[in-house]
């Protein structure tokens, strides 16, 4: 057995030296292909944005199964949480606050993704070198990939407070869009390592990539190579803009789509107009219009009535509780009597009066036309926190107790679909930022809510 004294000749310190050498030289390269923390976007755009929405840890759901958001006799309800979803079906941002348009929320699904599909032997169309078939795309929703509740979508506006030492004040608004995603091999391992480095004990591995909020004009279309095409929305065809080549192919292979998926963004010029039971242009001053929304500009939900519906759910180890997210709602309002909003027509909410203010100095109420009940699918059914679908709940419970319109018979009804009501309007024919700039509400949370008129309903 040799000495320590043998033992420490073996070592070196030249050689030493010229080992550690070696390695860093070989591993510089490595480092450089696959740096063990990632430079992320949202590391370069927090130097001159900031990143919309409440984190997790403040939610204001937090307590959402609390009996302090029950009725509470002379006591107004308020809205207890706002909620806005960039890209439709995917993971929503919890807001503090928003504008409300014609089109519903601020920033409110605005993109879509959608898959290709072939169209119909007869649905061709004629080219330069004969007869072709066209491709059709139909856009996807948690009720076919329930996966889509696990891609992120963070959303970056400009701050003025903020500016870059390389590149000085950067404008532009965009989405950084994230999903799970690590890849075989030895880079899959560098990816895990680098998601704990980077984010922790709870971190994994990430893509992700980044969109313009901002409608791209006619130049940036042709530079970009996207093009406007129809795709399947429901039971109607729409025309959006294929922002083809934005979404890597791993993303399909994640959510489990065989076929090519890319994202769509509607043309403000372009939106679709509600009709159904929404108020008319010559009573509301305009037609209320949507982006990827299903039917209607915002769509309402009750925490009283939640915990109604979850006393009849039968619960499980995959069902532990009914959370209002399911719902994907975009106003969560609180004490209120259970399934109180099933007759409202006209609804307002207004910050709660202060001490010393004046009417005078108060801002007007933000009014809402409530034009239906919301018809519900078995999205609901998909947790949001896991993108895991339940076979059984809580469709079978809203079929079952929640029967109650009948313009959807052997359909549950859960919460409610408005249109905002501007206090003053004109007809949309001028550019969309005057739109905008005229036809404005704002919501809050906080903010009191009063019935302006009840009346009954009957789904279209």
């Given at each position: 057995?040799?000495?320590?004294?043998?033992?420490?000749?073996?070592?070196?310190?030249?050689?030493?030296?010229?080992?550690?050498?070696?390695?860093?030289?070989?591993?510089?390269?490595?480092?450089?292909?696959?740096?063990?923390?990632?430079?992320?976007?949202?590391?370069?755009?927090?130097?001159?944005?900031?990143?919309?929405?409440?984190?997790?840890?403040?939610?204001?759901?937090?307590?959402?199964?609390?009996?302090?958001?029950?009725?509470?006799?002379?006591?107004?309800?308020?809205?207890?949480?706002?909620?806005?979803?960039?890209?439709?079906?995917?993971?929503?941002?919890?807001?503090?606050?928003?504008?409300?348009?014609?089109?519903?929320?601020?920033?409110?699904?605005?993109?879509?993704?959608?898959?290709?599909?072939?169209?119909?032997?007869?649905?061709?169309?004629?080219?330069?070198?004969?007869?072709?078939?066209?491709?059709?795309?139909?856009?996807l929703t948690l009720r076919q990939v329930p996966l889509l509740a696990n891609v992120q979508v963070d959303l970056w506006l400009?701050?003025?407070?903020?500016?870059?030492?390389?590149?000085?004040?950067?404008?532009?608004?965009?989405?950084?869009?994230?999903?799970?995603?690590?890849?075989?091999?030895?880079?899959?391992?560098?990816?895990?390592?680098?998601?704990?480095?980077?984010?922790?004990?709870?971190?994994?591995?990430?893509?992700?990539?980044?969109?313009?909020?901002?409608?791209?004009?006619?130049?940036?279309?042709?530079?970009?190579?996207?093009?406007?095409?129809?795709?399947?929305?429901?039971?109607?065809?729409?025309?959006?803009?294929?922002?083809?080549?934005?979404?890597?192919?791993?993303?399909?292979?994640?959510?489990?789509?065989?076929?090519?998926?890319?994202?769509f963004m509607i043309d403000p010029a372009r939106r679709r107009e509600v009709f159904r039971n929404a108020p008319r242009k010559?009573?509301?001053?305009?037609?209320?219009?949507?982006?990827?929304?299903?039917?209607?500009?915002?769509?309402?939900?009750?925490?009283?009535?939640?915990?109604?519906?979850?006393?009849?759910?039968?619960?499980?180890?995959?069902?532990?509780?009914?959370?209002?997210?399911?719902?994907?709602?975009?106003?969560?309002?609180?004490?209120?009597?259970?399934?109180?909003?099933?007759?409202?027509?006209?609804?307002?909410?207004?910050?709660?009066?202060?001490?010393?203010?004046?009417?005078?100095?108060?801002?007007?109420?933000?009014?809402?036309?409530?034009?239906?009940?919301?018809?519900?699918?078995?999205?609901?059914?998909?947790?949001?926190?896991?993108?895991?679908?339940?076979?059984?709940?809580?469709?079978?419970?809203?079929?079952?107790?929640?029967?109650?319109?009948?313009?959807?018979?052997?359909?549950?009804?859960?919460?409610?679909?408005?249109?905002?009501?501007?206090?003053?309007?004109?007809?949309?024919?001028?550019?969309?930022?005057?739109?905008?700039?005229?036809?404005?509400?704002?919501?809050?949370?906080?903010?009191?809510?009063?019935?302006?008129?009840?009346?009954?309903?009957?789904?279209?």
């Open positions: 057995m040799p000495s320590v004294a043998q033992v420490i000749e073996l070592f070196d310190p030249v050689a030493v030296i010229l080992l550690l050498t070696t390695v860093v030289v070989f591993a510089i390269p490595v480092f450089i292909l696959f740096p063990p923390i990632p430079v992320e976007r949202s590391d370069a755009l927090q130097q001159t944005h900031s990143k919309v929405g409440i984190s997790p840890s403040h939610s204001n759901l937090r307590t959402q199964t609390s009996p302090d958001h029950n009725h509470q006799p002379g006591k107004p309800a308020r809205i207890q949480s706002l909620f806005i979803y960039p890209v439709k079906s995917c993971r929503g941002i919890e807001v503090e606050q928003s504008r409300v348009l014609p089109k519903g929320l601020e920033f409110d699904r605005l993109f879509a993704f959608a898959r290709q599909k072939p169209e119909a032997k007869d649905a061709v169309v004629p080219s330069g070198e004969g007869e072709t078939q066209r491709a059709r795309w139909e856009v400009p701050d003025a407070s903020r500016t870059s030492r390389l590149l000085g004040r950067v404008g532009g608004r965009f989405v950084v869009i994230r999903f799970p995603w690590r890849d075989p091999g030895l880079k899959g391992v560098i990816q895990w390592i680098s998601a704990k480095l980077s984010r922790g004990l709870g971190g994994i591995p990430e893509k992700e990539f980044m969109l313009s909020i901002d409608f791209p004009s006619p130049e940036e279309i042709k530079a970009a190579g996207y093009c406007y095409e129809d795709t399947r929305f429901f039971s109607k065809t729409i025309q959006a803009l294929n922002l083809r080549n934005e979404v890597p192919p791993e993303l399909g292979l994640y959510l489990g789509v065989t076929a090519p998926v890319s994202i010559e009573d509301a001053g305009y037609q209320p219009v949507i982006d990827f929304q299903d039917a209607y500009p915002l769509h309402l939900l009750s925490l009283t009535s939640v915990r109604a519906l979850e006393s009849k759910v039968q619960k499980d180890e995959h069902l532990e509780f009914l959370d209002a997210r399911r719902f994907r709602p975009n106003i969560i309002v609180s004490g209120l009597k259970e399934y109180d909003e099933d007759d409202w027509r006209s609804i307002e909410f207004s910050r709660p009066f202060q001490a010393g203010k004046t009417a005078k100095d108060s801002e007007s109420p933000s009014r809402f036309d409530v034009s239906c009940r919301t018809v519900r699918c078995k999205l609901p059914n998909v947790d949001p926190a896991t993108g895991i679908k339940h076979k059984v709940e809580p469709d079978h419970s809203l079929r079952k107790f929640r029967n109650i319109d009948e313009g959807a018979p052997k359909s549950g009804c859960f919460g409610m679909q408005l249109c905002p009501i501007f206090p003053k309007t004109k007809a949309m024919s001028g550019p969309e930022e005057e739109e905008e700039e005229d036809l404005a509400l704002s919501l809050e949370v906080g903010m009191e809510l009063k019935v302006l008129q009840r009346g009954p309903h009957l789904a279209l």
